[in-house]
């Protein structure tokens, strides 16, 4: 007995308008944290932004993927209850009352109405009752006459399907909530409570993959993504379930033929597009198709999806140019990216782990502002052009890689195949550094007049080669006597300062120079002793330039302006390379691109229930919004007319519709009064 | 006769509900011309899904018309504008700055430009009209409100135009980015609130809407000035659907019913506390209209959001991924709901709802704006 009560507490309680409220607000406001908080990031993140003891809490409470929280669900899983219930509560009730004409409503109840009048009645009753007959059905009520002990009931009602609508409106939320169940895979998560299924979390090859990870094609519902090169073929994709991952085992393979993309003239990509076929495989069957991203194919109940793209493993040949053996030949290296292999530099080992090959890299440029013009009807000109300037450029292929030593330490390298000009000038751009998180720091290799890195290296090997030293200093030397910068009997000193700052800079570039001088020069010294560094140093430079030419047999030039600047880069480049951390620069010089397209896989079984109840969701609220449930009773006497109206809205139109009635009502009287 | 016309109840009440007049024959025909036209022309180049949104949207504004009679001859006027707008360009988009008739009106631009213009005004003249209880000065208003939507809709359609000139692969309806569908919100703002000033017979109210609308304006000119967000930029391969044409606007339809149903929430405060009550409608009017707002607005956010998950399942592989905006969509629409419990379940009236009802903007805003510029997502279309 008192167990059934608190049952009936409860179903009370799950049933209630408040409590359904009381979720619905509860679900909006949970619903909030998980777009505020980044869902379904690297541990690591958290641990970085929210610090080591917040990211074990919110870890605890589930915050890191709110939508699949046992909480979470559980909130849904109350308003699919409390609504059913609501349904089931009031189902009974609105069945009778959508058939029922309220028929038997008593004279006392309806003058307790607020839309009520009484009228007086004479002259003959026939034509009466033929015109309201005709007038409520001509306004689409459904008309009940009754003869009652009493008088004579009309008892109208229009618009019962407001309770069909509400029905509609809340059997789809049910029905959603079953068919988002489904799409859950109860089942998985039934084996992964009881450990039957373990999500790995381990690095492994796919075919290493226990049985415990991996799931049979004819699981129920599966979201997952694989990636394909070109020309590979693949039949799993692998599914993120907390930490880990599952395999998903899929009734066919997929073949990437071809992965398209296009751009449009100004830059934006404008498609991406996979060439497949895919081999069922109970039947055989082959099915050759294109996915691109907004047209899905749909095999076996199972739809592939144009997800992402990237590189799928390229041919690479990189032209590795020793930084500090001035003695070393460029050689090649022929390799492929997403790879690593053991490289050697000198004597020193290290792993080269390729990263991403992109054959472009499409760039915005800086906000360009300057494409504005200037004055007030500048910028009306300006807001009236809808054609938008192009904005964007392209840097060309770049390879990604990391450097890692025997200690492990890596250092990542981001290089560019062609040529970026900035500044006016040609540079080869390479990006380092040490920290995933960091951006990177750009080298320029300057580049020759015939636009080769060739040029900067020659120059880079006479100034690292101190052999060649006391021949520059002695050039130097002959120049500057000639210039009358210096004298005849100081030429040696300058032959040895020479020498030294070459030294210097041989061993660290400015910064080395720089050191020295904060060092051991009193600082009221240090500018004008560094201007006469710099000075010996551009003319040292110019002089190794030469003799760089000269070792390659090239004819002579002479220090135009042009060489200049590319002398001053030279010497900043060799500067930076004390700061690139390996000794090797990596050139890109050729490539072969084999392009990867990443698909997502999904078997939604729900969705139909879903698709379902949407449209219930619609017909429902477009019927309870706009159509009005009304009832109008009148009694008739010989004596008297009782009308009463009552609606499920009380509003405007309600008093409109009464005032309607009640004047018609009035004149149908009168004329029958008049008549007689 | 005087008989015949007493033989039914419900004489002297004009008929409620659909009536068919001859006009409204007279309109389908000509929407029925056009979109022939249309077809012949551009049938060839549209897939399925396209030709039946062509045929849906006829109809749509068919029954547009004959349930609201004066935007007719609104969708007329405007459609021979952009028409004129169509021929004056001749195929070359460079003509919009060089004949003066584009130059100074008709193209997109200057069409955006005087909408904003003229919706400044109709604000500035709704408030005189309510400070001096001037009629004229109301009337003139929703002349102005009139004249500054028949600009917006003129600046959608020659726009769309427009994209078609820049590139026949850039072309796409003016739907795709968050200027244009600024545009698309002062437009349907501005229809939904003529709609109930003549419903309701009172002009009252505009001074209270306008001033989203004015709002949205500014963001317009901040965002064309300063970050040339009016340059039509060509559709990344997630927009390029059919699904946008249909799910953006029905989302517009209920952003700007739940805007205008939040201005006449705070009409509505400032009544209950006896401020310009004697100038405003009605505490019971106010409160009804923002009841019917709200109520048009759900259904077509119920709409938009049920198309936003079919988009979904085409484009990202689901049809819910908890994506921000997915998940404030939801949010908003549960507030909405929990509001239409509260006033037709538990029969509420009064101050409290009128509160939700603006704070419900602060939500709606969030869902529109906010997480576009604060939260990343699937929406925000960085990636692929
Ligand atoms: C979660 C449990 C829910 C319960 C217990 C519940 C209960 C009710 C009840 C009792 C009514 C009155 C029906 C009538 O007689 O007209 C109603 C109406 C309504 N419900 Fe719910 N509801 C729930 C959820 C929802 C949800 C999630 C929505 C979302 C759209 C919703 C939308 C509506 C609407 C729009 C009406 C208006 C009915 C009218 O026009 O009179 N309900 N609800």
């Known amino acids: ?125 026939e034509p009466i009752k033929a015109r309201i007959l005709a007038s409520l059905q001509g306004s689409g ?81 599966f979201r997952g993504n694989v990636t394909v090169p070109t020309n590979a073929e693949v039949d799993v994709i692998f599914i993120n379930s907390g930490s880990g991952y599952f395999v998903q085992e899929l009734p066919f393979s997929i073949k990437l033929n071809k992965f398209q993309v296009e751009h449009y003239s100004t830059g934006q990509p404008k498609l991406f597009a996979s060439d497949i076929t895919v081999t069922e495989k109970a039947t055989g069957k082959l099915t050759k198709a294109t996915v691109s991203v907004n047209h899905p194919l749909v095999v076996n109940g199972i739809a592939i999806y144009q997800a992402s793209f990237g590189d799928g493993g390229s041919k ?44 472009f890299n499409i760039e915005t440029m800086d906000e360009a502002k300057a494409v504005n013009k200037e004055g007030i009807t500048g910028i009306l000109a300006d807001v009236r052009s809808v054609k938008a300037e192009r904005r964007t450029r392209n840097m060309g292929p770049s390879i990604q890689f990391k450097l890692r030593d025997t200690q492990g330490q890596a250092r990542e390298f981001l290089n560019y195949m062609s040529p970026a000009q900035l500044d006016g000038r040609f540079y080869l751009l390479s990006g380092v550094r040490t920290e995933v998180a960091q951006p990177f720091g750009f080298v320029r290799w300057p580049l020759d007049e015939s636009m080769k890195i060739d040029g900067f290296m020659r120059l880079r090997a006479v100034m690292l080669d101190a052999a060649a030293y006391p021949e520059i200093a002695r050039r130097a030397g002959v120049k500057a006597r000639a210039g009358g910068a210096i004298s005849a009997s100081s030429a040696a000193d300058f032959e040895r300062s020479v020498v030294w700052v070459l030294q210097r800079f041989a061993e660290g570039g400015f910064a080395e120079l720089d050191r020295f001088l904060k060092a051991k020069v009193p600082e009221d010294k240090r500018k004008t002793v560094a201007e006469t560094y710099i000075k010996i140093l551009q003319g040292a430079a110019a002089e190794a330039l030469a003799l760089a030419d000269e070792r390659a047999e090239l004819p002579f030039r002479p220090l135009d302006e042009d060489r200049s600047r590319f002398l001053m880069d030279g010497l900043v ?74 609606s499920n809205r009380r509003n405007s139109e309600l008093d409109r519709e009464f005032e309607k009635y009640r004047t018609g009502l009035a004149k149908v009287l009168d004329a029958a009064s008049a008549q007689e | ?118 919706f400044v005004l109709a604000t500035l003249l709704y408030w005189l009209g309510l400070a001096t209880r001037s009629a004229t000065a109301d009337l003139v208003g929703t002349g102005l409100t009139w004249s500054a939507a028949a600009a917006a809709l003129v600046a959608k359609l020659v726009r769309w135009y427009e994209s078609y000139l820049i590139g026949a692969d850039v072309g796409h309806i003016p739907v795709s980015n968050l200027y244009e569908v600024f545009i698309l919100f002062c437009l349907i703002t501005a229809l939904m609130y003529l709609y109930y000033e003549q419903k309701f017979a009172t002009r009252r109210m505009g001074a209270f809407v306008l001033p989203i609308i004015t709002a949205a304006v500014g963001f317009i000119l901040w965002y064309s000035f300063d970050r040339r967000a009016h340059e039509i930029q060509p559709l990344i391969p997630a927009l390029q659907s059919w699904w946008m044409k249909i799910h953006v606007p029905a989302n517009f339809v209920g952003y700007g019913a739940f805007s205008l149903a939040a201005m006449l929430g705070v009409a509505q405060l400032l009544v209950s506390r006896g401020i310009l009550a004697s100038r405003l409608p009605s505490y019971d009017l106010l409160g009804e209209v923002m009841y019917r707002a709200i109520a048009v607005g759900f259904l ?58 603006v704070l419900g903007l602060l939500v709606t805003t969030f869902a529109f704006l906010g997480v576009n510029m604060f939260l990343s997502g699937l929406h925000s279309y960085g990636t692929l």
């Open chain 1, 573 to 646: 480049a060799i500067s930076a390379s004390f700061d690139y951390g390996v000794p090797v620069y990596l050139q890109p010089v050729g490539f072969e691109e084999v392009k990867a397209s990443g698909l997502q896989l999904t078997r939604e079984p729900g969705k139909s229930l879903i698709y379902l109840a949407a449209l219930m969701m619609i017909c429902g609220v477009f019927c309870m919004f706009y159509i009005r449930e009304s009832r109008i009773w009148l009694h008739l006497t010989t004596e008297r007319a009782l009308l009463a109206i009552s």
């Open chain 2, 300 to 357: 077509f956010f119920t709409i938009a959001t049920v198309l936003g998950a079919m988009w979904a399942a085409d484009a990202w592989g689901g049809y819910w991924s908890w994506d921000p905006k997915e998940t404030w969509a939801l949010i908003v629409w549960l507030n909405y709901a929990v509001w239409l419990h509260l006033r037709l379940v538990k029969g509420w009236r009064g101050n409290v709802l009128a509160w939700w009802a």
């Open chain 1, 141 to 221: 009520y459904q008309v009940k006459v009754l003869q009652r002990e009493d008088g004579l009931m009309f008892a109208a009602k229009r618009g019962s399907k407001h309770k069909l609508g509400y029905l509609l409106a809340h059997s789809s939320i049910v029905l959603c909530g079953l068919g988002f169940m489904l799409d859950g895979n109860p089942v998985l998560r039934w084996q992964q409570l009881f450990g039957t299924k373990v999500a790995e979390t381990r690095d492994l090859p796919q075919s290493k993959i226990p049985a415990a990870s991996r799931l049979a094609p004819n699981n129920l519902a």
């Open chain 2, 1 to 118: 006769m005087q008989q015949d016309s007493s033989t039914t109840l419900d004489v002297g009440v004009e008929a409620q509900g659909w009536s068919i007049r001859a006009s409204d024959i007279v309109f389908g025909l000509l929407v029925l011309v056009v979109m022939v036209l249309a077809w012949q022309k551009l049938g060839t180049k549209m897939d399925y899904y396209e030709q039946a949104i062509l045929l849906g949207s006829g109809i749509a504004v068919v029954a547009f018309g004959c349930f609201w009679r004066p935007a007719r001859q609104f969708m007329v006027v405007c459609g021979l504008l952009a028409l004129g707008a169509t021929q004056l360009y001749q195929g070359d988009l460079a003509r919009a700055g060089q004949v003066f008739w584009l130059k100074y009106l008709l193209a997109s631009q200057s069409a955006v430009m005087w909408m904003c213009v003229l």
């Open chain 1, 316 to 359: 690479l040949e990189l032209m590795a140019w020793n930084l500090f053996d001035p003695a070393a030949r460029p050689h090649l290296v022929n390799t492929t990216s997403l790879n690593s292999q053991p490289y050697q530099i000198g004597k020193d080992k290290y792993t080269l782990e390729l990263g991403e090959f992109r054959p």
């Open chain 1, 1 to 125: 007995m008192r167990r059934h009560s608190v049952l009936r507490v409860l179903y009370e309680l799950l049933s209630s308008m408040r409590f359904a409220i009381s979720l619905l607000v509860v679900l909006a406001i949970a619903s909030i944290i998980g777009t505020v908080l980044k869902q379904n990031e690297p541990y690591s993140n958290y641990v970085f932004e929210l610090g080591p003891f917040w990211a074990v809490f919110f870890e605890i409470l589930g915050l890191y993927d709110v939508y699949h929280s046992t909480w979470f669900l559980f909130i849904l899983g109350f308003v699919v209850v409390s609504t059913a219930f609501c349904i089931y509560r009031h189902l009974p009730g609105i069945l009778r009352d959508m058939r029922s004409y309220r028929d038997s409503a008593s004279l006392k109840s309806l003058r307790a109405m607020a839309h009520h009048a009484e009228f007086p009645v004479s002259g003959a009753m």
